[in-house]
């Protein structure tokens, strides 16, 4: 970039780096779900490690289709240039109903699939807890901009998006304790797990945070400037 690019366009390019970035991290269990999918379907071959697919195969596909939509349209909801296009509002209304289904089917296959040792009591506590939340947040986020409450619609989609993200940070996680230290032992894999989420949960409140301070530093808006509600 020189230093004679405009303001303009240099704010612009920068407001698709967090998409960028966001569906970057979400390719590798974008890329694992695809995988599962195409197993599911050419008929492989049922080992047990992935015979609890073949026996209910309807919620991990339905998992992995919502959560791969999730995961790359939200990800462009956080792009500023689409946020105030029609674009926005359409995609939104793709994204909130997949994050549903991928948080609803988590919780289902929490619930039902006989999961192998290696996933400890704590992952499975976090994962109920983080299900019902990353479910929960999304159904604020949406009353909220039912409302024209956009501050509030924009923190609790943060958090769900943080939540379904935690898919893509794990891989992170795991990556240099695996090639250091090997395969996780139950307890270590859950903490990997766990961190991950962490992890997510605290940028998001960051971002929350400095969107906040932001938006308390700019004057208030003009009455046919407030943002318009959801039909
Ligand atoms: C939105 C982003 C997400 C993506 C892209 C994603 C991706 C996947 C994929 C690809 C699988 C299949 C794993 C395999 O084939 O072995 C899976 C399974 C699963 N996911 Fe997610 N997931 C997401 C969010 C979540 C969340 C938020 C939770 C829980 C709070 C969750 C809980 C589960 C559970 C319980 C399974 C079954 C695991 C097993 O049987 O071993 N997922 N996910």
Redesign the pocket.
């Not at 405009?6 to 974008?30: D, E, N």
């Not at 996680?173 to 894999?189: E, I, K, N, R």
């Given at each position: 970039m020189t230093e004679s690019t405009p303001p303009r366009r240099r704010a612009g390019r920068s407001g698709w780096l967090a998409p960028a970035g966001l569906i970057a991290l979400?390719l590798v269990?974008?890329a694992?779900?695809a995988f599962?999918v195409a197993e599911l379907s050419s008929g492989a071959a049922v080992t047990p490690a992935n015979a609890?697919?073949f026996d209910s195969p309807v919620p991990?596909v339905v998992?992995?289709i919502a959560?791969?939509v999730?995961?790359v349209l939200g990800a462009l909801q956080f792009a500023p240039a689409l946020r105030r296009r029609r674009w926005h509002r359409l995609a939104g209304r793709i994204v909130a109903p997949a994050g549903l289904l991928?948080?609803l089917s988590?919780l289902w296959?929490?619930l039902f699939?006989a999961?192998?040792a290696i996933?400890g009591p704590a992952l499975f506590v976090m994962?109920l807890v983080?299900?019902a939340a990353?479910a929960a947040a999304i159904v604020v986020a949406f009353a909220a901009i039912r409302r024209g409450d956009v501050a509030r619609h924009s923190a609790w989609m943060t958090r769900a998006y943080a939540?379904?993200?935690?898919?893509g940070t794990q891989v992170l996680v795991f990556l240099p304790w695996t090639l250091v230290l090997g395969a996780p032992a139950q307890t270590a894999h859950d903490v990997l797990m766990g961190a991950g989420w962490a992890i997510n949960l605290v940028v998001a409140e960051v971002l929350i945070r400095r969107r906040a301070g932001r938006s308390a530093r700019l004057p208030a808006p003009t009455p046919s400037a407030a943002p318009a509600r959801l039909s």
């Amino acid at each position: 970039m020189t230093e004679s690019t405009p303001p303009r366009r240099r704010a612009g390019r920068s407001g698709w780096l967090a998409p960028a970035g966001l569906i970057a991290l979400s390719l590798v269990p974008v890329a694992a779900g695809a995988f599962r999918v195409a197993e599911l379907s050419s008929g492989a071959a049922v080992t047990p490690a992935n015979a609890r697919f073949f026996d209910s195969p309807v919620p991990v596909v339905v998992h992995v289709i919502a959560s791969s939509v999730f995961l790359v349209l939200g990800a462009l909801q956080f792009a500023p240039a689409l946020r105030r296009r029609r674009w926005h509002r359409l995609a939104g209304r793709i994204v909130a109903p997949a994050g549903l289904l991928s948080a609803l089917s988590a919780l289902w296959m929490t619930l039902f699939y006989a999961m192998p040792a290696i996933n400890g009591p704590a992952l499975f506590v976090m994962r109920l807890v983080l299900g019902a939340a990353m479910a929960a947040a999304i159904v604020v986020a949406f009353a909220a901009i039912r409302r024209g409450d956009v501050a509030r619609h924009s923190a609790w989609m943060t958090r769900a998006y943080a939540i379904g993200l935690g898919a893509g940070t794990q891989v992170l996680v795991f990556l240099p304790w695996t090639l250091v230290l090997g395969a996780p032992a139950q307890t270590a894999h859950d903490v990997l797990m766990g961190a991950g989420w962490a992890i997510n949960l605290v940028v998001a409140e960051v971002l929350i945070r400095r969107r906040a301070g932001r938006s308390a530093r700019l004057p208030a808006p003009t009455p046919s400037a407030a943002p318009a509600r959801l039909s």
